[in-house]
């Protein structure tokens, strides 16, 4: 596509609850980046693909938490038994690779009541 | 470990004048990249302009300048005759090109470009 998709836009989820968000990168784009942003805050790092391989997890907060990119295109982030403090805005971006600059998708607002 | 500050109060600024934000970084890794994003209010991230530590010269894009300064780790950014479309929450961010190219975001600084 033309630029980095993410869906849903919104979503609102009841405690508990399993969310999963999806990224289309750009086209080609080998290295795709899963970022969370509170109000108010710069996106902070969760997780990181080239091609399918998960190449740095360290951003996950928790166990509840999990990325796959299993083709190297599509990633889905997944939030398992959702909590109010996972409420935030999560946000993909892919590159073409090495130092280049990161195109980021209009992410997904996530609000758990 | 990245490290950006962004610590400047929100600015406002006369149109069509010129506003620098400030940036400084931390990193001991000789090999790295800054970026500036922009983030209007509708919530896009939208890329600016990057410098490489290595590079020579001060990075220049249209209306947007890179101050570079390495020996202060400062990556200052500089828009020129200020629109009011500039109004704006911006981001400073860095790459480690040893690593995995993640970026580490600063906490912003919001720019209100006044008529």
């Known amino acids: 596509g033309a630029g980095v998709s993410q869906s849903p836009r919104y979503k609102v989820t009841k405690r508990g609850q399993d969310v999963a968000l999806r990224c289309d990168p750009i086209?080609?784009?080998?290295?795709l980046y899963w970022y969370r942003q509170a109000l108010g805050q710069g996106p902070e790092f969760l997780t990181y693909f080239n091609y399918e391989a998960q190449q740095d997890k360290s951003g996950l907060p928790n166990d509840r938490f999990s990325a796959e990119r299993p083709e190297g295109s599509i990633s889905t982030l997944t939030i398992q038994r959702t909590e109010q403090r996972d409420s935030a805005m999560y946000r993909c971006?892919?590159?073409?690779?090495?130092?280049?600059?990161?195109?980021f998708g209009q992410g997904t607002r996530l609000t758990v009541v | 470990a990245q490290k950006i500050t962004q610590t400047q109060p929100g600015m406002f600024v006369q149109e069509k004048e010129a506003v620098t934000l400030d940036c400084t970084y931390d990193?001991?890794?000789?090999?790295?990249?800054l970026f500036w994003y922009k983030q209007p209010s509708s919530g896009e991230m939208i890329f600016l302009i990057y410098?490489?530590?290595?590079?020579?010269q001060n990075a220049t894009e249209g209306r947007y300048s890179l101050n570079f300064q390495k020996a202060r780790k400062s990556a200052n950014l500089v828009i020129s005759a200020s629109q009011l479309g500039d109004s704006a929450m911006y981001f400073c961010?860095?790459?480690?090109?040893?690593?995995?190219?993640?970026?580490?975001f600063g906490k912003g600084n919001q720019v209100v470009v006044i008529p």
């Open positions: 961010a860095m790459s480690l090109w040893q690593g995995n190219n993640r970026l580490a």
């Open positions: 990193t001991s890794d000789p090999s790295y990249g």
């Open positions: 086209s080609g784009h080998v290295s």
């Open positions: 971006a892919s590159s073409s690779g090495g130092n280049t600059e990161a195109f």
């Open positions: 410098q490489g530590s290595y590079d020579q």
